[in-house]
């Protein structure tokens, strides 16, 4: 049987794991709903918000490859297949249709803001076994929170 | 209520409507199943093989993206919601775990033959009231047919 | 006398001519109006509509080219003179001086609904007699369908 | 009413105004000649000069840009649509149809003699009220005229 | 035996490999014939010639391996050997040795038309079959018109 | 004692590099304020506001190193650092904390509109003695003009 | 009132937001001393010592921009205004005028000392409470701290 | 006699140097190891694995560089002297002649392997008493876990 | 008549001439035979084949222009027609049809070692008459000995 | 008789030829002996000295490439031949053979101080009857006056 | 006294440099006349020789730099000072003035004629005692025969 | 038993043997030895000679890898480990610890003398039987005499 053989211990593994496999489908999911806002966007803000939504379908993308590739380096095999995801993502549906631009903006404030949430407590369970593993959460935790804010000071002011 | 102007008749655009919606979901799936075959092959070919499949994401999530703005862009919602995805795709579910090369080669011999199948039929279906939609079809088969055809030529011989 | 020769029978060289030359005049006019609503848009949005309408600008020069040296492959005499362009134009004559930003998009709105609507029926006409320039119209009518959607968008929501 | 607050006094603006609109034209019109005769030249000189003409038009639209911003800046609306540039243009109209190649650089030869002609007439009226913009037209002055003096070198020797 | 799977019946196959098999020989010389002119023109349009004669170079390379592995694709193997492109090529034998400038262009104006023709025969047969097939042929022929153009507009005016 | 050789006499240098050194502290300061800005601004223009700042920004720092370079190559050390910068720079203090969208364009109106001013005057002087140092107030006097027409036109219409 | 939704809990954000004002304020100063040491450094290895500066430049203007966004990003309004700079930075006055070359490496070395020494204090400080704050310090201290050495090696030996 | 002046004390110096030490001469040794891999591997998978091997000189020789330099900021003087990193590197040496690709991919899975396992343990003995040299180790051990996957991946399946 | 100047005299013209003649048949047909394996290759290595093909094919491309420009620059037309190139080969035809990898790795290894073989003794006997005609044999034997290693060492191990 | 048209009249001509003509042989001379320079320069600051002696070179060939296009431009003949440049350049012959580093920085302060103080007479005397070329000197003696402020810092201090 | 340690015996040295500093001179003037000629061509082919000229100014500058690195790297000082490259070089003085396109390319057959010629003595002599330095003069008349050729061709036919 | 197909008899094949591992162990041995004095360099020319140094080590990686893919192409196996460099080196041992400036230049000048010395009499021996393997040794003596010069030019004068 396949295994990558890896330093370390198995309970650091089943920690370290589960946190990667969350965060991957959070990951994904976050894509795909700023793609879907990205073409289902109206209103006067429209080039403004169709941009700003593919840079974060950039980020999310890159960081989901990054979080697979660390879970095979340790021995576990990812799963990104569309109904893990849509199982077990920790994004409330994208709503059905066109959305107004405020409508847009906060759909994603709500999806940063839960996946920020979920993955900041697996970054501290992670830190606790693995700090090569928790610096990727912190990379990508970084990233979120910085597109996070820019939604929120759209929506605000 | 919000409406894009279109010269398109409105039988034309039902039938233009669900043969985009359809290749839409095809092609996400398409992208994620390739991903996650990337993540998940080993063997003998595994570095060949880890790199090709990266040329399927790229080719199926540019296609994606051109696909779905040609709908908002005849005044059609796109839909590529995970759930959406899963439950609409051409594509039978990817293997779970580990997949051996040739494995891997043969998912995605099968995954690009299900969804060239479906989509010729929806370009013959498109060709008949919209050139310029067809020409979408087309450009996207073309693509998935080489691809098609490399990964078949791996397996055999 | 200078002529090319082209495969093509002459009944077939007329109607694509006629149609080139038409979308020509179009092109060229649309890269006008462009321009003129890029320099003269005022208001909140004044940056965001600033660089999408160059855009436009740089999709009908692109297209202009294009659709003049298909006229003059086939032995056809290409005329994009500006006073020929102010004549034959599909588009009604932009306002003029400064337009406040959602009256420039609605220049937009009608400037390339204008177009589009024209040269669908040339397309049609041509898609019967030469698939070669067929497809040129394909590839034009399909970009400026997206900049009309884009446009739509903005005004709407 | 919308108005740019400008430091200059206003009859210096007059001044400023007439030239930059004037040199609008002249570029805008300038290019469009240009484009034809690049797309109509025939000869054995055929490449070189359809090559060297495409030279001529990214110039005469980096500078009509710059112009028609220049004249916004100083709240001065810029008129840069197809009719305008028809009946205000310093270039005589360009020969219909096909040119022979020396015909084709005698028609450049011709309009950059105009352009430049008048626009050292604009430049000298600017110099006296406005250096920032007389700059500008320095800048296009200086390319036309090396412009100017490439064609008289080919249709000479 | 291998075989790659396709959707297409087999009379379908038929009439598109052998379309395919002959546009590859085609265009395989037509590289080889603007090669041998590159090298052998001279006369005082040398270097405009010489140039020009790389760009069709390059876009029969291209063309080529889009046809070659289109056939792939659909399960033909594609014969591009020296042998066969010297049998069945539709232009006729380049001269001999060093050739004048205008005899050069004038080798190229016969072998683009011959090409061009024979294809459109091709392409007419193909578009009756197979939309995807195609509209590799309406790119390719679309490409040598142009350059037909080009040639002939050289030894005219 | 450490003295560049200039060929210019000495009072003409006093006035030259009261001139540039008075520029230098203003250039940083801009590009201080529209950072400030930049970070600080809020609401449904942020994304647009934000990168248009970064403009700013650039062009700022990019005059401050020429203006800097000029007076050290006629001998005249300038001084560029964060007290001289506070205590001499034309602009208004910008606000503490968040600033509204349309507020943020207001400071920019006003920060710009206050280094214009006195730099035009600055301008003139060096004007009267070194033409070549007038040219280097010349083109960043341009520039800045075109950044205050831009953040003007977006606080009107 | 305007608020970004943060889940740090309130002590743990005036820690942080402490310490990114502090870094922001001498990140900010040491871009403007490295500036005004690259311009008045003079002596054999002016050339040398002229460009190295500027790499701590591009250094400083970087991390700055990440430290403030940081902040932002935390709901932390950020401060780098220049009498902000000049009153709360940790680095002492940079000389007036003209430096000699082993001076100006003088200035840098100190300049960077005192910088990386108050910084390591806040990186000790946030670590303890937010690991995404504290990767930021770890990330500008480590090239600070390759730019200190750099300095003292050249006054050394 | 010449030291940089380092913030850290004494004993801290001491764990982090021979840390850095231990690692440059494991990096320096990976590097030569998979050159002599690249040049010396045979059988099918040739190609493949001789790309691949250049990732890891190329991954090696990166991270070397910034031990190095880390090392030499921290005063201490670096040693990648060919004797020394015979006599003190982790790697088994590298077996002589051709290998046949598998066995090339074991020798790089051992390798990797002992590297890894190695410098975890000093990663955790730095980790107690710097953070940033700490993190130099996190991001060159993620690295060569990730290498080390790829090549295991290779050997089973 | 046409004819170069050139300083060499007719003997070792005529010995350069034959030898320069014979590589370019030579080095052109290689480049067919490489792009007709690139398209008929099938099997397990089929994906790393076909790239290894290309870059064959560029080569050889590369290396017969250079040859051929050295023909003429020496006044002797090089002659790289389809039908000469098929008679005067030192490439044994290449197989029909579908090739399995192995098969397609030794047409290369055949095909390279045909090349190299003949032309070693061009290259000796032009290195007693001409250097610099030589250096031109050395840089394509050095380049084209390379891949006859490459693809050996794929069918060994 | 060949003649380019040009709009300024003969006395205006004769002022700014000799101006121009002037300059050429300066700027090429200039170029001549910074590469001399860049060849024989030793000495501890060898490296940083030949890499800015460089910068000259390339600064010189760009603006002798302007000057000279310039008189071309206005149907005056350049003339910018090596026995010319000996006769008529402004700068000292360079001396002969090696030159120890501060000797070599001496050279180029003197020769680009002569070169600036006989080119600001002539910028003087042509800008009072061309502001159009007037400009061409601006730009080139703006850039030779920071390259000779960098010489004089070097050998300063 | 300044002295490259060299393991080339005295003699050798001798050969070396006279014919380094004959090719130096060589190609500076030849860089020279072909500039010359780039700013005084008239006539129909002004464009393609005006680009044609500025080919050859680059490689004789390339090659030039080549040349006096070699000599420098051997301990001989380069001498490529205005007067010596007059009164030593190998090409007969260019025209004055104006030169229509015919007798351009004919002053540029002569000058690479009379270089290549000089030259290949010089290769011969050089190539009996250092094959290093004779693989410079290889590499420089390959180069200049080309050109040769190409400017040959255009006068003939 | 593997082995490359030669045309190259037996015992030229030894001699070529025995030059290019020397050559190897010599050139990897050049590129441990600058990397060790790029970290280790101290004193006021630090960062000057820190910049040089990494162009050496670029220099002999580069060469090193064509030295051992070229015994690889001749059916010979390069030995790269880090032992053998260390016994078989021509260089000898680099000091210990950090170097002065000067010391590091005449570290580098007595390495490359030493290289360049021994691989020219390997050069010699290899001419007489492989000019192809002849014209590698040429290519990289010629780069390191090229460094030799410069590092020998730093400590002169």
Known sequence: MYAVK???PDD???VVGEALQGALAD???LSLVAKQTHWNVIGPRFR??????DDVVNSARAHSDTVAERAAALGLSPDGR???VAHTTSIKTAPESWQKDDQA???LVDALGAVVER???RMDAVGKVDSVTEDIFIQFVKDLEKHHWMFQA???G
């Open 6 to 8: 890896s330093t370390l």
């Open 12 to 14: 650091t593994l089943k």
């Open 27 to 29: 990951l994904i999911d």
């Open 48 to 53: 403004s918000v169709h941009l700003q939504l």
């Open 82 to 84: 569309a109904a893990t």
């Open 105 to 107: 903006v906060q759909t």
């Open 119 to 121: 993955n900041r407590e």
């Open 154 to 156: 759209e929506n605000n």
